[in-house]
């Protein structure tokens, strides 16, 4: 993996962002630590055989995508019933009594 930039891929040898450029367990879940926020970054894997050669190469570099600073339980529920609502349960039959205040209470 490497920042993004323009007509670029990814490369073996593209080893700027931790746990990237090496070889890694094939059930193993890599976890990319110390992304710079808001910046843009891109991807690829390799399949490795036992004697460490890559007989298909690198795969196709992954679109770029934007690394944003990690948002609170309460700004993901406000950005979720705000694009659920114009759907109003057409689109996704879930309740979000849980996001309102009951109308009928007594005082």
Do not use: W
């Amino acid at each position: 993996g490497k920042v993004s930039s323009s007509g670029v891929g990814v490369s073996s040898s593209n080893t700027e962002c931790v746990n990237t450029g090496v070889q890694q367990p094939f059930t193993s879940i890599v976890t990319v630590p110390s992304l710079t926020p808001n910046e843009r970054y891109v991807f690829a894997t390799a399949a490795y055989a036992e004697d460490g050669s890559s007989p298909y190469g690198m795969g196709e570099t992954s679109d770029e995508f934007t690394t944003l600073l990690p948002l609170s339980l309460g700004q993901i529920f406000t950005y979720l019933a705000d694009v659920a609502y114009p759907c109003t349960l057409r689109c996704y039959p879930v309740s979000y009594t849980h996001l309102t205040l009951p109308t009928n209470r007594e005082v």
